[in-house]
C-alpha cells in the first residue's frame, strides 16, 4: 500500500504543478525540458547505485517507444489544455485509466474480488461525474469538434503511456526497473530540447527551474507504480491511484486556489473515497 500511496502524493504534486504553470502562463516545454533533464538525472543515480549493470536491446528499444508516447501525450495535453481548458483535460487523462484495466484483464487475465469490481465500478462513475462537474464549469468556446479530438486523443495517449509500466512489470526483469526509467527520461529530454532548440523557443528560467522541480516526483511517480504493480493487480492499482489523485487534487485545489466544487463535485469525491475504501479490501 506504501508504493500506491506514494504513486497517489508524487502524480498529485505533479497535477498541481502543472495547475500552478498554468497560472503564471509558463511554457510547457521548457517546463517539461526541466522535467526530464532532473528525471534523468534521478533515474541514473537510481541506475548507478543498483551495483551492478543489467541491460537489455529490448528493454532498451521498448524505453524508446514508451518515452515517445510520454512526450506526445504532453503535447497533446497542453494543446488540450488550450482548447478545452485544465479542467476537462485533466479528467480525460483521469478517465484513460480505463485502458490500462482493461487491456490488464484481457492480456494479462487478471481476475479481482467482489468487492474491488464494485470499488472499479465506484472508480468510473467518480470519474464521470467529475467530468460532469468540470463540464458544468468550462466556458463555451468555438473550438467544436477539434476540443473532442484533443480529449480522445489524449485519453489514448495516457491510457497506453500507463499500460506500458504493466507491459514492463508483466514482461521484463524487474532488476532492469533502473534501466528502463532512465531510457525513458533521457530519450525524453532529448526529443524535447531538440524540438526547444529546432523552433528557438526562448527559456524562461523560472519555467526551467519549476520544470527541474517537477521532475522529481514525476521520476519517483513511475518507480513507485511499477513497484505497486509488483505487489497488487493492474485493475485495482490503476483505479485506486486515479481516484486518490482526483480526490487529493481536488481537495488541494481548493485549499490553495479556492476551486470551488459544486454539487456534482463534491458528489464525485463522495463516490471516489467509497471506490477508495471497497479497492483496497
Not at 528493454?59 to 524508446?64: D, I, K, P, S, Y
Not at 514492463?168 to 525513458?184: A, D, V, W
Amino acid at each position: 500500500m506504501f508504493a500506491i500511496v506514494m504513486t497517489i502524493f508524487c502524480s498529485t504534486s505533479i497535477a498541481l504543478l502543472l495547475k500552478y504553470n498554468d497560472t503564471r502562463v509558463g511554457q510547457p516545454l521548457v517546463l517539461l525540458t526541466g522535467n526530464y533533464l532532473i528525471a534523468s538525472i534521478i533515474s541514473l543515480i537510481f541506475l548507478i547505485e543498483q551495483g551492478k549493470s543489467v541491460f537489455s536491446f529490448d528493454t532498451f528499444m521498448f524505453g524508446v517507444i514508451v518515452a515517445i508516447i510520454f512526450t506526445a501525450s504532453f503535447f497533446i495535453f497542453a494543446k488540450a489544455v488550450a482548447v478545452s481548458g485544465t479542467a476537462l483535460a485533466q479528467t480525460s487523462s483521469r478517465l484513460s485509466v480505463a485502458v490500462p484495466v482493461l487491456f490488464s484483464m484481457l492480456m494479462f487475465k487478471e481476475s479481482p474480488t467482489i468487492m474491488q469490481i464494485s470499488g472499479i465500478f465506484l472508480a468510473f462513475i467518480t470519474i464521470f461525474l467529475f467530468y460532469v462537474s468540470v463540464h458544468k464549469n468550462s466556458k463555451e468556446d468555438d473550438h467544436g469538434l477539434t476540443k473532442y479530438l484533443y480529449l480522445v486523443l489524449l485519453f489514448i495517449g495516457i491510457g497506453l503511456g500507463d499500460f506500458s509500466m504493466k507491459i514492463f512489470q508483466g514482461m521484463r526483469p524487474m532488476t532492469e526497473k533502473p534501466f528502463f526509467l532512465f531510457i525513458i527520461f533521457t530519450y525524453s529530454f532529448f526529443i524535447c530540447i531538440t524540438i526547444l532548440l529546432i523552433k528557438k523557443i526562448p527559456v524562461l528560467r523560472p519555467t526551467l527551474y519549476l520544470g527541474m522541480f517537477l521532475g522529481v516526483p514525476n521520476v519517483f511517480s513511475s518507480y513507485f507504480i511499477l513497484s505497486a504493480l509488483t505487489l497488487y493487480p493492474a485493475v485495482v492499482v490503476y483505479p485506486f491511484i486515479n481516484i486518490g489523485i482526483i480526490v487529493l487534487t481536488s481537495v488541494l485545489a481548493y485549499l490553495i486556489w479556492k476551486e470551488k466544487l459544486g454539487f456534482w463535485g463534491i458528489l464525485s469525491l463522495s463516490t471516489g473515497v467509497l471506490a477508495i475504501i471497497l479497492l483496497s479490501r
